[in-house]
């Protein structure tokens, strides 16, 4: 399907969202899930059941002096990615207002199962007015961190608050075997490995592992994924990226490596 016909497809909802950035990319979706085009179309598609909903997030936005929507430039990727995947368990760091959280509950909700775990520090914004110096992503004041996600999404939502360098490895256990997992909090090489490396041990074959803001965090995700043995998939031109963890299928089919190309790393 060229992009231009899938895009028009999704044009309500990104219009609801109010930000073109969020327009659907499923060559991303597609790479990092090994599925078809038809089939990421049909995910997709799901998400046009929530435009009151994302309409509504939209609204809280622009009440709490936001008039952007799209945090990550991906929301509606993330739907599609749960609902390819159905995993049991979705961890994320980093909510904010909850835009990457609210469609990882969307794309939940409609599988009829599997929980998202998120941890955040909240970031809270100085004054009545955000200054030029402070995050777009701090919090209103008098809101908490996931202020935007609507209350009929919370009951498959556990989240917690603290910085996930004290908090991630006990919510890891808790989520126990994950399916997706979003690191978007504190953006630097060695909080990326530390996130990285927490879940590594919970991630189930063929699960999602994404990073967004790549391009500050130096070699982290290269080191993660060359580890692995896979390549990275990345969105466009942007920073968000993201691996599939082999399979034993996967494994198989990967071709051998000599120790002379060994010897080349
Ligand atoms: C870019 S925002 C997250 C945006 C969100 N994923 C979305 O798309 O809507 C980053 C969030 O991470 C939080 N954060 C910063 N450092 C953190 C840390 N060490 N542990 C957990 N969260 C952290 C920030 O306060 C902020 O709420």
Redesign the pocket.
């Known amino acids: 399907m060229a992009p231009g016909i899938a895009r028009d497809r999704w044009k309500a909802v990104v219009t609801a969202l109010g930000d073109r950035r969020a327009a659907p990319n499923l060559r991303w979706v597609a790479q990092l899930t090994g599925r078809s085009e038809p089939e990421v179309t049909r995910a997709f598609d799901g998400i046009l059941r929530h435009r009151a909903a994302i309409a509504e997030i939209r609204r809280s936005h622009v009440e709490g002096g936001r008039d952007f929507y799209?945090?990550?430039q991906a929301?509606l990727d993330l739907y599609a990615l749960v609902r390819l995947i159905r995993p049991d368990a979705v961890v994320?760091?980093?909510?904010?207002?909850?835009?990457?959280?609210s469609h990882f509950l969307f794309g939940l909700q409609d599988n009829r199962r599997g929980r998202l775990y998120s941890?955040?520090?909240?970031?809270p914004q100085q004054g009545d007015e955000l200054q030029a110096n402070e995050?777009p992503?701090?919090?209103p004041p008098g809101r908490k961190?996931g202020w935007a996600v609507p209350d009929g999404l919370r009951e498959r939502w556990d989240l917690s608050l603290?910085?996930?360098?004290e908090?991630l490895p006990a919510v890891a256990d808790r989520a126990g075997t994950i399916g997706l997992f979003?690191h978007?909090?504190?953006h630097t090489p060695r909080?990326l490995t530390f996130e990285l490396e927490t879940v590594r041990p919970h991630l189930l074959p063929g699960a999602v592992v994404l990073a967004?803001?790549t391009e500050w965090t130096g070699q982290a995700f290269d080191r993660f994924a060359r580890s692995l043995g896979v390549p990275i998939v990345r969105r466009g031109r942007s920073g968000l990226v993201g691996v599939r963890i082999p399979t034993e299928a996967m494994r198989a089919s990967a071709p051998r490596r000599t120790s002379r190309s060994r010897s080349k790393r």
Do not use: F, K, R
Request: proline share 8%; net charge negative; charged share 10%.
């Open positions: 799209a945090q990550i929301p994320e760091t980093g909510v904010s207002s909850g835009v990457s959280s941890v955040d520090l909240p970031t995050s992503v701090s919090l961190t603290g910085p996930s360098q908090l979003l978007d909090s504190l909080h967004d803001n």
